[in-house]
């Protein structure tokens, strides 16, 4: 299919494919007129580099995870570079999940405070 067919699918910009090209996400095969040609593999992986990203992951980390989402079944012993990696993320978030869960107690105690003298 044609980068406006994958943009159709996926809801991704032709600029912003193009730019996941450019980073090397992407690996479209050429034809013979020298038009992209993605596959149905690519539309899987634009997914997965939309849900990692929305997760808060930047591309540089997404593009370690390319080895398994290119293959029929995921890499079942990653690199100790990757699962370090993926352990750091998760601490980063756990440490924001903490931080907002104590935003919402005390924004939630203020609340309360001021509904008192109303």
Not at 54 to 71: E, N, T, V, Y
Request: glycine fraction near 4%; include cysteine; aromatic fraction near 6%.
């Amino acid at each position: 299919m044609q980068i406006g067919e994958l943009s159709r699918r996926t809801g991704v910009s032709v600029r912003m494919l193009r730019y996941y090209e450019a980073e090397a996400l992407l690996r479209p095969q050429r034809r013979a007129s020298g038009y992209r040609d993605f596959s149905e593999t690519d539309v899987a992986i634009v997914a997965a580099i939309r849900k990692l990203s929305a997760a808060g992951l930047k591309l540089d980390f997404i593009r370690q995870f390319l080895p398994c989402l290119r293959s029929a079944a995921p890499i079942l012993h990653p690199c100790p570079a990757l699962m370090a990696a993926m352990e750091e993320r998760l601490q980063a978030l756990d440490g924001q999940i903490a931080a907002f869960q104590e935003s919402r107690a005390l924004l939630s105690q203020y609340h309360a405070q001021m509904r008192e003298h109303v």
